[in-house]
C-alpha cells in the first residue's frame, strides 16, 4: 500500500488510498462524446457528478489530444479555460483542480488566476520548452507523462528498442530534470494510448508494478480508450466494463491515481480492491 502524498495548497494529500481523478472536457472534439461539456450548466453538472460520486480531483481539458484533433493555440486554451474556471470556483470553492494542458503559458494562467493545482502535461516539457520553469516557479505538482512526437504524430511513433525500458529511461531523465528544477511533486503517467501500439499498451500495463523503483506517485488513465474497444472490437462509448476490468489491475499493480470519465464505477473498484487489501498475507 502506498505511503505516498502530494502537496496541495499547503495541504498533504494522502495517497495511501487510491484517488479518483474526473475528466471534465470542456472541447467539442474528445474521442468520447460523453466526456465533452461545453455550457456553463453542463460543466457545473459534471463537476458536481464527480464530487457526488467521490472523487477527489477535476481534471480539466480544453484541446483533444486525438490522433485526429486539430492543434489548438495557448490563446484558444486560455478562452475555453477562463470561461469554466470562474463557473467551477464559484458553484465548488475549494475543490482541487488540474489542467491538462502542455503549455507552460495556460498553466501559469490557470494556477495564478483561478487556483488551479495540479499540471497535467501529456508531452512532458516537450511540446513547450518553457514547461519545466513555469511548473518550477508555480510551485504545484506535475504530472509527467510519456509521449514521443505530438498527439497528432504519435501513432508514427512507436518503434522501440525496448518499451519498458525505455519508458524507465525516458522517466528517470525527465524527474532528474524536474527534481534539479526544485519541483518536488511529481506524478508519473506511462502514458496509455499515446505514441504506443495495443501490444504495447497490454505489455506496458503489465509491467505496471515496475514502476515502484522511482517510489512516486503513480497515475492510470486507460478510460475508455483504443486499446480497450480495439481489443474487444467495440466502441468508447461501450467500454465501460473493459475500463473497470483495467483500473482494477492496475489499483492491484501500484496505481495511486485513475483518472477516468465514470468516477462511480473507478471508486467502487478501489473500494473493493482496498478490502481485499485487508486480508493479504
Known sequence: MSSKAINIKGDLLDLSTPLVMGILNITPDSFYAGSRKASEHQIIERVGEILSQGGTIVDIGA?????????????????????????????F?????????FYGDVARFCVEEHGVAIINDIS????????????????????????????????????????????FLYFSRKVEELHM????????????GFSKTLDQNYELMAALRGFSVFNLPLLVGISRKRMIANLLSTTPEESLNGTT?????????????????????????????????????
Open 124 to 167: 512532458g516539457g516537450e511540446m513547450d520548452k518553457t514547461m519545466f520553469t513555469v511548473a518550477a516557479g508555480l510551485n504545484v505538482p506535475y504530472i509527467l507523462m510519456h509521449m514521443r512526437g505530438t498527439p497528432q504524430t504519435m501513432t508514427a511513433l512507436t518503434d522501440y528498442n525496448d518499451l519498458i525500458q525505455d519508458i
Open 93 to 101: 470553492p475549494g475543490v482541487i483542480m488540474s489542467v491538462d494542458t
Open 245 to 281: 476490468v483495467l483500473n482494477t489491475f492496475a489499483l492491484q499493480n501500484g496505481a495511486d491515481i485513475l483518472r477516468v470519465h465514470d468516477v462511480k464505477e473507478a471508486v467502487e473498484a478501489v473500494k473493493i480492491v482496498g478490502k481485499l487489501r485487508e486480508f493479504e498475507f
Open 63 to 91: 484541446q483533444s489530444t486525438r490522433p485526429t484533433s486539430t492543434l489548438l493555440s495557448a490563446k484558444e486554451e486560455v478562452e475555453r479555460l477562463q470561461f469554466a474556471l470562474p463557473v467551477i470556483n464559484r458553484e
Open 181 to 192: 528544477l526544485g519541483i518536488n511533486d511529481v506524478i508519473l503517467d506511462p502514458g496509455f
